[in-house]
């Protein structure tokens, strides 16, 4: 019931876990589910800000306060540091500053900032398009000079493996190292071995983002370890398996008229019940408010 009186930073769960193994949560109870299983560190998808809280595609749809809204929920629930997913921080200096201010003030613990344009496209889809590497080096000097707790971190993206090739991705990788990026996110990534050559010629944390469906294989985390990746992203995995399994309720109750087919798909009340603390809620009323029983 109560929460921790400082939430660990993102570095903290670094040192204790090489691959740092980060679950998407799309809301605050599927933050206390990843909790339960035994995640030290959480993620804020704007995939899944999009499609989940809104219903929209990935496309640049979502603002500032979207994320914020869904950003506050899991923080108030959970106890984890959260990565968050800003897209491109909506906008030039001055509105990546603001985003960062926000994003501190509403407890993430890191965001990651990417170099496409406004118009932003999944990572994982064709037809994305960048802005130049000055351009984001601007966007990374804005977020970080922006920052009021050295332990919030900044962690930079690059879309560029799928638009411009590995080499002018990790050129730019180095220069968005160089204006101040504390984390490297090369997105789309093909091959094991592309991991290693941003973590060696950038020096900084790579993430891995296991997006199923996309372009990067679902790679193992021994295997992400022996490439020297930091941090391995699950962003939409839960979200793509509560998707699947809320369709096959909502079909099964319409065509069965009845939802006994598919009880062995739900979480129990006990389980849930568990998960949200419900019977120490319970105690705690009991406690403030000793009911007398009338004779
Ligand atoms: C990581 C990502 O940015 C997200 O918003 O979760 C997406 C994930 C996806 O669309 O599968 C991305 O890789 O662009
Ligand atoms: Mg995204």
Redesign the pocket.
Known sequence: MTAPATRPTLRAALSQEQPLQVA?TINAYAALLAQKAGFRAL?L????V?NASLGLP?LGLTTLNDVLEDLRRIVSASELPVLV?I?TGWGHAFTIARTIREMERAGAACV?L?DQVAAK?????PGKALVSPEEMVDRIKAAVDARRDPEFLVMA?TDAIAVEGVEPALERACRYREAGADLIFP??VGALEEYRRFKEATGLPVLA?L????RTPCFTLDQLREAGVSLA?Y??SAFRAMSQAALTVYRAIREEGTQKGVIGLMQSRAELYEILGYHEYERKLDELFQKKETP
């Open positions: 998407g993620y998808s704007g995939a899944g999009a990935d997913d897209d990651h990417e496209r999944c990572g994982h889809r993206r997105e789309a983002n997006t199923e469906f996309g992203l962003p939409l």
